[in-house]
T-cell receptor, first 115, second 111 residues
Framework: DGGITQSPKYLFRKEGQNVTLSCEQNLNHDAMYWYRQDPGQGLRLIYYSQIVNDFQKGDIAEGYSVSREKKESFPLTVTSAQKNPTAFYLC??????????????FGPGTRLTVL | SQQGEEDPQALSIQEGENATMNCSYKTSINNLQWYRQNSGRGLVHLILIRSNEREKHSGRLRVTLDTSKKSSSLLITASRAADTASYFCAPGGGATNKLIFGTGTLLAVQP
């Protein structure tokens, strides 16, 4: 069963705590992405990675960190420096370089609530 | 990469009717994609149209692209309650493969 998995589906944390959201793909895609979505809003890009051991900041990277040590994994850490972390977080991947198509494949999302 | 702007923001129709939503963008593109998002879920890719294509079909979906007007439209024919979702366009094709999504069109199909 191929695709992108995100865990957990719901996550609660206290203010001041760091938390890591998991994203795994078995599509053999080179590129992976993290987006944040607030109620009634579009998606905003947090970080993206086009290749293992390399990643770039998106439009709203402050207060977040990522790593890309393995091709299939792209975890996102929401740090205590993120002022308003309650949101819906989406991970995506795309082939990039495998045929030149830009289609992104999304995981089911993690809803983070800070108490 | 650039953001697409969808119009209208919300659309309510009866089952069986057609739904049309539009997307505008500002600069040249290589392709444009449409995605659907059911409430509380991830986005699902619907269709990609390249800049040298004017129209593309996929099942009940019809997408047009007018590069001279920098606009695209998504038509869903014979809508069903299951089509209720938000629809996003994403102009793209840049070197970094960054897609910038707008706020989407929220489609409600009443049974």
């Amino acid at each position: 069963d191929g695709g992108i998995t995100q865990s957990p589906k719901y996550l609660f944390r206290k203010e001041g705590q760091n938390v890591t959201l998991s994203c795994e793909q078995n599509l053999n895609h080179d590129a992976m992405y993290w987006y944040r979505q607030d109620p009634g809003q579009g998606l905003r890009l947090i970080y993206y990675s086009q290749i293992v051991n390399d990643f770039q900041k998106g439009d709203i990277a402050e207060g977040y960190s990522v790593s890309r040590e393995k091709k299939e994994s792209f975890p996102l850490t929401v740090t205590s420096a993120q002022k308003n972390p309650t949101a819906f977080y989406l991970c995506a991947s795309s082939p990039y370089g495998q045929g030149g198509e830009d289609t992104q494949y999304f995981g089911p999302g993690t809803r983070l609530t800070v108490l | 990469s650039q953001q697409g702007e969808e119009d209208p923001q919300a659309l309510s129709i009866q089952e069986g009717e057609n739904a049309t939503m539009n997307c505008s963008y500002k600069t040249s593109i290589n392709n444009l994609q449409w995605y659907r998002q059911n409430s509380g879920r991830g986005l699902v890719h619907l269709i990609l149209i390249r800049s040298n294509e004017r129209e593309k079909h996929s099942g009940r979906l019809r997408v047009t692209l007018d590069t001279s007007k920098k606009s695209s439209s998504l038509l869903i024919t014979a809508s069903r309650a299951a089509d209720t979702a938000s629809y996003f366009c994403a102009p793209g094709g840049g070197a970094t493969n960054k897609l910038i999504f707008g706020t989407g069109t929220l489609l409600a199909v009443q049974p």
